[in-house]
């Protein structure tokens, strides 16, 4: 039971999808820490690229040729942080987590497609790239509207 | 000059290397946080495998396909916040890690050749997916002995 957890566990990062008892053995505390360097990590590398499709950052092939990929790594990564014993521990997750967590899911596999899709065409033409940016700035400001605290 | 700088910046984050002037354009602080956060994320994904080697964790051939590969991505990505630029903000880096840049440059390379090949052979046999790991364990504790605060 214990190696079958962990095994699904694994599974879940390296999938599309959102693993709630995946982890459920580390500590909250841990959990949130492990989850909020994720998305440390996706904004490093998002930074320098997603003001390209509003034109707020000037385009630049090269950059998102190298980001793209490594975000469609990342995406994977910080979902299965989100279990329930994590509710208590200081966060922005809004409580919508956890009572709307089909949507959350939604939303989090609604922005590993769209980065999917951004690395697949990382090396297109501007316009293919643009709008795939696009689609993925959407999902990320979507799920952080709804399910994380807009105060800093 | 802008653009090729950025453009560098990328590159090195998918290189071996490690890129001194690379985020110079990003507040010290921001770099040390994202750095961090890039270690904090190479742990989640090698604390559950590390110990394989030594049996202090029951080895999972499953966890380790699934876990090396992403360590091999995670393993590149630290490395450009190690600019000099950070060197007084509060972190548990030692000073060494500049004035001895060089030797640390080397270790950090030496760890990424080791997630390398443990992602490499990583659905391969247990004696030799251990020895990888053994070998990853190796180069994490020799850049933290020498270039990482012991006090937490």
């Not at 994590?86 to 997750?93: E, H, N």
Request: charged share 25%; glycine share 10%.
């Amino acid at each position: 039971m214990h190696g079958k957890l962990l095994l699904s566990g694994v599974a879940v990062v390296l999938g599309a999808g959102y693993g709630a008892a995946v982890f459920a053995q580390a500590k909250p505390d841990v959990l949130v820490k492990q989850r909020q360097a994720g998305m440390t990590m996706i904004g490093k590398y998002w930074g320098p690229i997603g003001g390209m499709a509003s034109g707020k950052t000037p385009y630049n092939a090269e950059r998102v040729a190298r980001n793209a990929p490594i975000l469609e790594v990342l995406s994977k990564l910080p979902w299965d942080g989100f279990v329930e014993t994590t509710k208590d521990v200081k966060s922005k997750a809004r409580p919508e987590v956890w009572s709307d967590n089909a949507k959350f899911k939604t939303a989090a596999d609604r922005m590993q497609k769209a980065v999917a899709q951004l690395a697949k065409v990382s090396t297109g033409d501007e316009a293919t790239v643009k709008s795939a940016l696009s689609e993925v700035g959407k999902t990320c400001g979507g799920c952080h509207d709804d399910f994380r605290e807009k105060s800093r």
